[in-house]
């Protein structure tokens, strides 16, 4: 059974910083790609970041370029999103996300094309 198992969120000032972990289990995705998503209330979910396998395909979603990074550890099938200068838009639940294929149907910022989902983890930026 694949578990996807994240932890880091939390209340922070506006110009602060967090860092969320996404912790795998089950199988990896050595194949595939592993991302983040978030949503705020009463917004759809959207997509922020996403990694593949060797860490040589990455991409963000521009309202984070220079802000996030998204990285990991292939040795502990853990993925990050270190998170910088944030502000109070940037408050959502914050999911973590993989997928098997290294290939897309449509693009890597559609949620459908992800097969495993994180709990959430909330991240609140107060001003």
């Known amino acids: 059974q694949v578990q996807l198992v994240e932890s880091g969120g939390g209340l922070v000032q506006v110009g602060g910083s967090l860092r969320l972990s996404c912790a795998a289990s089950?199988?990896?995705?050595?194949?595939?790609?592993m991302g983040w998503f978030r949503q705020a209330p009463g917004k759809e979910r959207g997509f922020v970041a996403a990694?593949?396998?060797?860490?040589?395909?990455?991409y963000y979603a521009e309202s984070v370029k220079g802000r996030f990074t998204i990285s990991r550890d292939n040795e502990k099938n853990t993925w990050y999103l270190q998170m910088n200068s944030l502000k109070p838009e940037d408050t959502a639940v914050y999911y973590c996300a993989a997928r098997q294929r290294s290939y897309w149907s449509r693009g890597y910022r559609y949620a459908y094309e992800y097969d495993y989902w994180g709990q959430g983890a909330q991240v609140t930026v107060s001003s």
């Open positions: 990694i593949n396998w060797g860490a040589d395909r990455i």
């Open positions: 089950g199988r990896t995705f050595s194949s595939g790609f």
